[in-house]
């Protein structure tokens, strides 16, 4: 348990003071002064042992200076305020490495004495906490509560509870010289500590129990054993089995009896519900025949009604076929006419009609239109003869001749080209209207030949929609005879299924009313029978009970020899158990704690000599006495001796009693013994509490003897005994000697912490 960091809020005389220490190993002196001024005279009430012993202590196992009580943790942990009032709450906190790991606790207090515990572990630079809620002891199966589980997880953490802490790690005030001052027993006691003498007087305990539990199923065991005798048990089953075999034969000869009377009672059973479903079946297969009646009835009816429509569909397609042959033939002589009519078809449609009309009226439009430019030209070439002077209408007789010839030719050639041309368009004038005259003849007769060939076409379609109506009246006509024809064979086959099933009725109807006579005798030897079955029945129940319970005593009585024979070895594995724990109880209760003392007091023995030797300079020296030679002698005549634990000191080679030093010399001794008692219980138990706490420890050594406390402590921190040591005096003489000095003033506002 290397001590980190301290915390106290609203705790002893704190408001919120906080130290933090790092890892490396430190000797830390506390010192504690009054008031800011510095006097030291008086360092009672700083609260210098109450932060750095009895807040790591309080924090770690819920107590205050090794107790618990409700009193103490209201009257020493809440801050006074005024007067008699404290807070009504508050808290301490630690942080601390043990087993290479980081741990935060953290009790809670509030007034009147309600606590809580919070456990956190460092994991990847975040406090996860550990399990806080209520669990079962696998030890004694009690329930923990929340902070009783948190407190055992701690001490597990640590390998310690608080009174191995206490004895090894916290050296407190007045407390020094508890191992050196105390009794054989006290010491004992002290020692059991280390040792867990506890443990082992608790295995005892359970040996001692377990010894009465052993020794009263021995009881039980015998006086079982006394009620069931071996002897008595096989006769009773010899007897049993006997009794079996008797009632068994007695059994066979009744079973075989009943298989021959249950067979007969079988047989008549059938016979006579034959008999009863006959009786029951003649008012069925009476209705049955009258139902069959009328189905025979219905069809016949019906197949009569069948040869009718037949006849009506007959007729009716006899009628149709008659018309058939007239249609058809002038059927055949329209579509003859039709073909003739449709071959004396031009072909010439209206468009090609309106085309015509169109090209004959383009042609004339042409013609006329090459007749204008005719006229006109024919208009310029006689004003070409008369030339006017220019701005009076007489004749110009100053004219150029050539000029005019010149232009009369020109006029004369196109007036050549026109009529050449007015030739052309007459010619095609007179061909287009030809043509147009014959088209329009043809087209028109066209449309009286169409005329003819339309009526024809209608009339055809009317012939077929005729035929075809007759051709599909007369198969509809054929269609409807088949059906008929097939459902009246169906319905013929119905009748003779009706008729074939009326006579086995009838035949069933006559067999069942000449049957049902014997019911009556047949009910009489059937009862008779049955209650042959009951008898034989009844006694074969009895031979199988008597089986039953013959068995069943015999399986009893088995199994009680089993349980007897067994329960007898039991009797002998607990008499050996019995012996084995009047052993062991010795054995724990004073032989293992006894033997385990008997090593204890050499190696404190050996640390305490060494720790004195360094302590006086090699002046002082102690053994540890356990045995007395007294002058009485036994039967034997040898000195008698008596268990005993003294101390006896050496100083400068002459040996004294512990109880006859005082002052420097004795402090030297208990801090020696108290070292060597501590570093026992360290190396015993495996804990690794690397936090040692000295309260004023050294008020009565000199200078030479602090000094040399202080050499001792530096040698077990460099052999790793311990990380950090708490040297709390008020000596400032021992400032040099120390790696750090806290101070812990008191101050009208509660005391604080200073370097």
Request: aromatic letters at 6%.
């Amino acid at each position: 348990m290397n001590l980190l960091r301290i915390r106290a809020v609203n705790i002893g005389p704190f408001v919120d003071q906080e130290y933090i220490m790092g890892p490396e190993p430190l000797i830390q002196m506390v010192l504690g002064i009054n008031n800011e001024e510095g006097s030291k005279k008086e360092s009672n009430g700083s609260g210098k042992s109450m932060f750095f012993v009895d807040i790591p202590e309080w924090v770690t196992f819920g107590r205050m200076r090794g107790e618990w009580s409700k009193e103490l943790l209201n009257d020493e942990v809440l801050r006074i305020v005024e007067g008699d009032t404290r807070v009504e709450e508050g808290y301490g906190e630690i942080e601390f490495e043990a087993n290479d790991k980081i741990f935060k606790l953290k009790r809670h207090i509030k007034f009147e004495g309600k606590q809580t515990l919070s456990a956190f572990m460092l994991v990847d630079g975040e406090w996860k906490p550990l399990r806080q809620s209520a669990s079962i002891d696998k030890n004694s199966g009690k329930r923990l509560s929340a902070i009783a589980t948190v407190q055992k997880a701690i001490e597990e953490e640590l390998g310690c509870n608080c009174e191995l802490f206490i004895n090894s790690v916290c050296f407190e005030q007045g407390n020094m010289n508890a191992f050196a001052r105390a009794g054989i027993k006290e010491r004992e006691d002290l020692l059991g500590v280390a040792v867990n003498k506890q443990k082992w007087t608790a295995y005892g305990e359970k040996c001692k129990d377990k010894r009465k539990i052993v020794v009263k199923n021995i009881d039980n065991l015998q006086f079982y054993l006394d009620e069931n005798d071996s002897d008595a048990l096989n006769t009773e089953i010899e007897e049993d089995k006997l009794s079996i075999e008797n009632t068994e034969k007695v059994m066979k000869a009744h079973q075989s009896t009943l298989k021959d009377e249950k067979a007969k009672v079988e047989e008549l059973n059938m016979k006579f519900m034959s008999l009863i479903a006959k009786k029951e079946s003649i008012d069925e297969l009476e209705e049955k025949l009258g139902e069959l009646g009328r189905e025979k009835t219905s069809h016949e009816r019906m197949i009569k009604s069948i040869d009718q429509k037949i006849s009506g569909f007959t007729s009716n397609a006899s009628n149709a076929r008659q018309f058939l042959p007239t249609h058809k033939e002038t059927l055949q002589e329209s579509e003859t006419g039709l073909v003739q009519a449709q071959e004396h078809l031009h072909g010439i449609s209206q468009e090609q009609v309106m085309a015509c009309h169109e090209k004959a009226t383009e042609s004339s439009n042409a013609f006329k239109d090459v007749e204008r430019d005719l006229e006109k030209l024919e208009t310029q070439l006689e004003s070409t003869n008369t030339v006017t002077c220019p701005g009076s209408e007489r004749l110009c007789t100053n004219v150029d001749n050539d000029a005019i010839e010149e232009q009369q030719k020109k006029i004369k050639t196109k007036i050549f080209n026109v009529k050449r041309k007015l030739l052309k368009c007459r010619k095609l004038k007179e061909q287009d209207s030809k043509t147009y005259d014959d088209l329009k003849a043809d087209f028109d007769e066209d449309v009286g030949t169409q005329e003819i060939i339309d009526d024809a076409v209608r009339s055809i379609d009317t012939l077929q929609e005729t035929i075809r109506e007759y051709q599909e009246q007369v198969d509809q006509c054929d269609t409807k005879i088949s059906a008929a024809e097939d459902e009246k064979v169906a319905y013929r086959k119905l009748l003779k299924k009706v008729e074939d099933e009326g006579e086995k009725v009838e035949a069933q109807y006559n067999e069942n009313h000449e049957a049902v006579k014997e019911i009556e005798s047949v009910e009489t030897e059937l009862d008779e029978f049955r209650e042959s079955v009951k008898k034989y029945e009844t006694a074969i129940d009895d031979c199988k009970d008597t089986i039953r319970t013959n068995k069943a005593n015999i399986e009893s009585n088995e199994k009680t020899l089993k349980d007897v024979k067994k329960k007898k070895k039991e009797l002998l594995s607990l008499d050996e158990t019995k012996n084995i724990l009047d052993f062991t109880q010795k054995m724990y209760s004073n032989g293992i704690p006894h033997a385990l003392l008997e090593q204890a007091i050499p190696e404190i023995e050996y640390h305490a000599k060494h720790f004195l030797e360094q302590l006086s300079n090699g002046r002082m020296d102690v053994d540890f006495i356990t045995q007395k030679t007294l002058r009485s002698k036994d039967a034997e005549k040898n000195q008698k001796t008596k268990d005993t634990f003294e101390i006896v000191l050496t100083l400068d080679s002459k040996k004294y009693s512990y109880g006859l030093f005082s002052g420097g010399e004795k402090s030297r001794a208990d801090v020696a013994i108290h070292l060597a008692y501590s570093m026992y219980l360290l190396g015993r138990s495996g804990a690794k509490l690397e936090t040692l706490f000295l309260d004023e420890v050294c008020g009565a050594l000199d200078e030479e003897g602090k000094e040399r406390l202080i050499l001792i402590l530096n040698q077990l921190m460099v052999k790793g005994y311990f990380k950090k040591i708490f040297v709390i005096t008020q000596d400032e003489k021992l400032k040099r000697m120390m790696d750090d000095v806290i101070v812990v003033m008191k101050t009208n506002d509660g005391s604080i912490l200073k370097h």
